[in-house]
């Protein structure tokens, strides 16, 4: 594992630190500065603002990436990708994450992109890809039910053949930013006869299609991050499968993000505790609770080491994919780590100003940090739940990892 960039990747770095100097709108500069709560999608939610300046920053954001193809710096380059190395994807994503850069494009990006380039036809890649880079088409994951969450392969969404149709009928639920995005992909059950992990197809729709409904779910920091969507006879044309009928549950298992460091976690785990340890020692400090001060320091300090180690997770999750390996329980080991770690810089914020860090509204002067304390506390919450639940994480850890029996 290289700790240091060679001198490709230094140059390539000084690319990226001078387009976000240069390019990075001042709406994601300020957001990126404050203490207040934000948005965990920013972009997102500003392409679809009321407001015309968010809408603006979003689209100039989008831009001064999708010159370089850094929209989609892992698609290949004749999809309108950067065609990067992993290392390089890693840098990309580092400098981003350290100077609270929005990602741009969502899911469509990450997810439905690469199956369409390993798995779609090419009037499929033709129709869609180029809408994703440009911020046209924005997309929602139909994975998870009610039911199925981490069993998912026990999904029950149905979808039948009807001619040159598929009728879909069921629910999906943690549908992250469904109420924002034009287009959804689902995993559904096209025969339920077959083993549960077959019998799954992959299917991408226009979310006005009719018998589409999204429904919020607010989450116990009072956001609306996640939705329930359900499907009452929807028809979506056969053209619309991805990859081969009750092959899906393959096609989404192929698919890879950027890169599957989460360097972005830990940077944004050490800009947290720093923020936090700044703020307390500011002219607010006399809301911290100073007669614990010491021991607070020494939290504070574990803090920052654990979102160093975290980082050196990743470095090794990105050395090992630079090899030309496909990295495994490494990428659960760091989520867990990652997850369980930032649940423990809240609790500790909330030690940092004791009853204080009960306020929640950010325009109350005595707030914390602008409520963030009391919010963040409750919006970690979901970390050990979503993209695989902890005890799932272990599992992997236990059996991939450590060679264990599965239980």
């Known amino acids: 594992m290289e700790w240091l960039d060679s001198p490709d990747q230094a140059n390539f770095r000084a690319q990226v630190r001078a387009v976000i100097e240069s390019r990075l709108p001042a709406r994601y500069r300020e957001m990126a500065a404050s203490d207040a709560p934000t948005e965990e999608q920013p972009w997102q939610v500003d392409r679809i603002s009321e407001d015309p300046e968010h809408r603006a920053a979003a689209e100039e954001w989008r831009a001064a990436l999708a010159t370089r193809g850094w929209v989609a710096p892992h698609w290949p380059r004749e999809y309108g990708g950067a ?46 890809l180029p809408r994703i880079l440009s911020g046209e088409r924005v997309w929602a994951q139909g994975f998870s039910e009610p039911g199925a969450g981490s069993d998912l392969a026990s999904l029950q969404t149905r979808a039948v053949r009807d001619g040159d149709e598929w009728v879909i009928n069921g629910q999906k639920i943690w549908t992250t930013l469904a109420h924002t995005v034009d287009w959804l992909f689902a995993l559904v059950r096209t025969d339920p006869e077959a083993p549960k992990h077959r019998g799954i197809s992959f299917l991408m729709m226009d979310k006005a299609t009719p018998g589409i409904t999204v429904r919020p779910l607010i989450n116990a920091a009072f956001r609306h991050n996640f939705n329930e969507t359900f499907f009452e006879d929807v028809r979506v044309p056969a053209s619309h499968l991805v990859g081969e009928e009750n092959r899906g549950w393959y096609v989404a298992m192929t698919l890879m993000d950027f890169e599957r460091s989460n360097v972005g976690g830990a940077i944004a785990l050490e800009r947290a505790v720093r923020r936090l340890a700044d703020y307390a020692g500011s002219e607010a400090r006399e809301r911290a609770r100073l007669t614990r001060l010491p021991a607070l320091r020494q939290l504070l300090t574990g803090h920052l080491i654990e979102a160093h180690v975290q980082l050196n997770f990743s470095l090794r999750i990105v050395s090992i994919q630079a090899r030309g390996d496909v990295p495994n329980h490494e990428a659960s080991i760091n989520k867990l780590f990652g997850s369980e770690a930032s649940q423990r810089l809240t609790n500790t914020a909330t030690k940092l100003f004791g009853l204080y860090s009960n306020l929640w509204d950010e325009d109350e002067p005595l707030s914390p940090m602008q409520g963030s304390v009391a919010q963040e506390y409750c919006n970690q919450i979901q970390n050990t739940i979503a993209a695989g639940t902890s005890e799932i994480q272990r599992n992997v850890i236990a059996t991939r990892g450590l060679g264990l029996p599965r239980a």
Not at 97 to 107: K, N, S, Y
Request: aromatic fraction near 2%; proline fraction near 7%.
């Open 83 to 128: 065609g990067l190395s992993p290392m390089n994807q890693f840098i990309l994503s580092e400098e981003m994450a350290r100077a609270g850069a929005p990602r741009v494009g969502g899911t469509g990006v990450g997810i439905l992109g690469p199956a369409l380039i390993i798995h779609g036809s090419e009037e499929q890649k033709r129709e869609h």
